[in-house]
């Protein structure tokens, strides 16, 4: 009997992909398709399929033609398949000439002429693209605009006037202003995607979001963090409980801001430093230990005190039963790491933990740790694009970042510019 296996993505079956499978058939007897993961597409830079690879497994079940189905998880896995399941001869479409050459010393390697004229590319890309504007721009602008390009159902666009030319707005202003960029944008029927925090008031917030929601919108608070896999992975690790119950997490972000000079000035009240990295410090402060804190305490230290451009601030949060600090800085320095202590182990995340592709979990006895690695593109922002799109094709708020995160992050922005802080010099 020959074996013959294939690999690939297999995202909307069509017609090419058919035409490929009914060839590899035909080289044998017995033919194994290997689907590759989501997560394995993922670190090969495939970040748009439309399905999910059960819906992928479950359409090619439906052509049957594969007389066995295999999941592909990992780089090199086709040699250990290979040598698993007595394969005879390894066959893909040609757009891989000679890239699989190396499996010659496995099996025998065969390239079939790819079919002309149809990709899953194109079927997604005659889907209705999102177009995205953007307004403001300060640091995020810029990087977003270049992330959109690697989103397949996005495009970039100019605003015009009235948002009219777009379909949903990426706000990047400072931060005083989001509240009525969003409530704008919101009111012409626009999604919105909008640098943390969405509002300096916490009821802004919520009504924000209350707005979108009655009015069929998405409203995202984009900290690109929680879309890394690395930190999504990290935060379902520490609630199931693998490093005992949760009793402190502590987040440290800094980065050095220079003088405030005149292009500074510019962006103050602004991009502070609770405004800006206050948000993603507290994101797993709030992801893992909940909104509901007893109390807490803000000391800060003011680069300009005119401003308010706090130049150190460190936040501690009381909870029943754990307590959390974030320590961000612009005009001071530290190591920018965060540690999720646990009652039988810890996690800990070295810096920048905030743009993490790797984490470990640490026990008292040593031989226990566990090092996890995910990749990591464009800091997260993609993924970030990608979920946003893709809430707004289900019409559905299922963002990495809950509502009730969202409207913690401003109250405490709100405190801070309410002046409940304690002061050093
Ligand atoms: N294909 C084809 N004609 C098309 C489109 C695709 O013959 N018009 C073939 C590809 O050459 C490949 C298979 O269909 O052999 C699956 O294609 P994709 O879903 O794009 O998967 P791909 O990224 O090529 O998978 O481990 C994964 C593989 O290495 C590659």
């Known amino acids: 009997m020959t074996k013959v296996i294939t690999y690939g993505t297999f995202d909307l079956l069509h017609y090419g992909h058919i035409q490929l499978l009914k060839r590899a058939k035909a080289l044998g ?31 090619l079940k439906q052509a049957d033609i594969a007389d066995e189905i295999i999941v592909e998880e990992y780089e090199g896995q086709k040699i250990d398949d290979i040598k698993r ?18 499996l010659n010393e496995y099996c ?35 990087k977003f605009a270049n992330e959109i390009s690697y989103v397949n159902g996005a495009e970039l666009k100019d ?5 009219e030319n777009v ?43 209350r707005f979108a929601e009655e009015n069929d919108l998405i409203l995202a608070d984009a900290i690109k963090t929680a879309y890394s896999t690395a930190f999504s992975r990290l935060v379902v690790l520490a609630k ?20 405030l000079d005149e292009k500074n000035v510019d962006l103050s009240g602004v991009f502070n430093t609770i405004s800006s990295w206050g948000p993603i410090a507290m994101l797993p402060v709030f992801q893992l230990l909940g909104t509901d804190y007893r109390q807490k305490t803000i000391v ?27 320590k961000v800085a612009k005009a001071a320095k530290s190591e920018g790491e965060l540690v999720i202590t646990g009652t039988k182990g810890y996690i800990y995340v070295p810096a920048p933990w905030w743009k993490t592709d790797y984490f470990e979990v640490r026990f008292e006895d ?44 401003s109250g405490v922005i709100e405190d801070f510019y309410r002046g409940d802080y304690i002061e050093i010099q």
Request: hydrophobic share 35%; proline share 2%; charged share 25%.
């Open 167 to 209: 379909d949903a707005v990426y706000v990047a202003t400072i931060p005083s202003n989001h509240y009525q960029d969003i409530k704008n944008a919101l009111a012409k029927g626009k999604h919105v995607i909008c640098e943390s925090p969405i509002a300096t008031k916490k009821s802004q917030c919520e009504e924000l979001l």
């Open 300 to 326: 800060t230290r003011f680069l300009d005190r005119d401003l308010l451009f706090d130049g150190f601030t460190k936040i501690d949060f009381i909870y029943d039963k754990a307590v959390a600090s974030i």
């Open 29 to 59: 007897d017995y033919l194994i398709v290997g689907v590759t993961s989501d997560d394995y597409d993922k670190t090969r830079g495939k970040i748009n399929n439309q399905q999910t690879l059960m819906e992928r497994i479950a359409a």
């Open 108 to 142: 025998k390697v065969i390239y079939l002429p790819r079919t002309v004229g149809i990709s899953s590319s194109d079927i997604r890309a005659e889907k209705h693209k999102l177009s995205i504007g953007i307004i403001g721009n300060p640091g995020g602008g810029p």
């Open 240 to 259: 199931s409980g693998r490093i005992g119950d949760i009793i402190s997490v502590d987040a440290t972000c800094t980065s050095m801001q220079g003088k």
């Open 366 to 409: 040593q031989t226990e740790n566990k090092r996890f690695f995910y990749q990591l593109d464009g800091e997260g922002i993609r993924y970030e694009i990608v979920a946003f799109i893709k809430a707004i094709e289900r019409n559905k708020n299922d963002l990495n970042i809950s509502a009730q995160v969202s409207a913690a992050i």
């Open 159 to 163: 605003c015009g006037e009235g948002f």
């Open 85 to 102: 399941y007595n394969v005879d001869i390894f066959t893909i479409g040609s757009d891989w000439e000679g890239k699989f050459d190396y």
